[in-house]
């Protein structure tokens, strides 16, 4: 594939990080009211607030580009570095069909949706970070740093697979992911499988920089380089663009891919890294805050015809 990416699919894409951008918001804050059909309301909140927002968005974008690429390639694997995330990634397995395949009550429907924001992070419900329990997860939780070596191993011995790799730039200034990044000199070559590892370049970690975000473009570029990868730049909002770059053959890419951290919502950088608005339940501009915001994405649309997202 190659130049100018099919218009349906570009709105596809958009529309599928739109509709999984909401659900992560949902999934954090609502016990009811899933689809905003009626006021928001204080009863509507959770009590505890419990998971992270700020990397969603980036896990959003780089789920819905590498699914819809690789969409008729039954050995793709998507590996999840910061399972911190786990909102994105859950939205994503619920409407794949993924997650009804070990929980049927996640349906891909309105009672699924209710379903999945209700019990995320919640008494006998779903945890707050991916787990084993999880479709697909070979990381636990959000120990990072673990994510390129086991997607290494998961390709070891298998020619057939693919498998891409999300991984932090906080996680990868962790020594087991930046040690991580020798074994292409180890475990590249015909008898296992191929490796795409995504620097997800959102800027910060927890409450700071992270130090991939203060090198300069060259500097970061000319590091991957050293560990024999090509590097590839990536602005997240431009999906035709994204398209376009997974479909250039480039021999041993590594994919760094630029979000801002907490796109979309009402904070930025480190503020938006868990709860970005801490107290709608008790405070009603908080609560008008997370409103606009849910609104922002008008799920009502989306929600029309679901089997328009399904890549």
Known sequence: MSGRI???????????IRFCDYLSVAQLYLKSNFLLEHPLNADDIKPRLLG???????????????KSYFKDDPN?????????????????????GELAKVDPMATVDRSGIAYICKH????DGFPSHASPYTPGIITEGGELGYALANA????????????????????????TAIDSLNLRNLLSGSKNGKILPILHLNGYKISAPSI????SERELNEMIR????????????DTESFQIKLSENIEDPFYILKTEKGFGGPNRHHEAHQIP?????????ELSALEDWLKSYNVTDLVKNLEDIKL
């Open 76 to 96: 793709f694997s998507f590996v999840l570095g910061p399972g911190h995330g786990f909102p994105a990634l859950q939205a994503n397995l619920l409407v794949d």
């Open 6 to 16: 099919d218009v349906k699919t570009i709105e596809k894409i958009k529309r599928r």
């Open 52 to 66: 992270h927002w700020g990397t969603c968005h980036g896990i959003n974008v780089a789920y819905a580009n590498f």
């Open 120 to 123: 995320f992070s919640w008494p």
């Open 212 to 215: 991939y975000a203060r090198k």
């Open 226 to 237: 050293g560990f024999g990868f090509n590097p590839v730049m990536i602005d997240g909002e």
């Open 277 to 285: 608005i801490k107290d709608p339940k008790n405070k009603a501009e």
């Open 152 to 175: 290494y191993g998961l390709n070891l011995g298998h020619p057939e697979k693919t498998t891409a790799v999300l991984i932090g730039d906080g996680e990868l200034e962790t020594a």
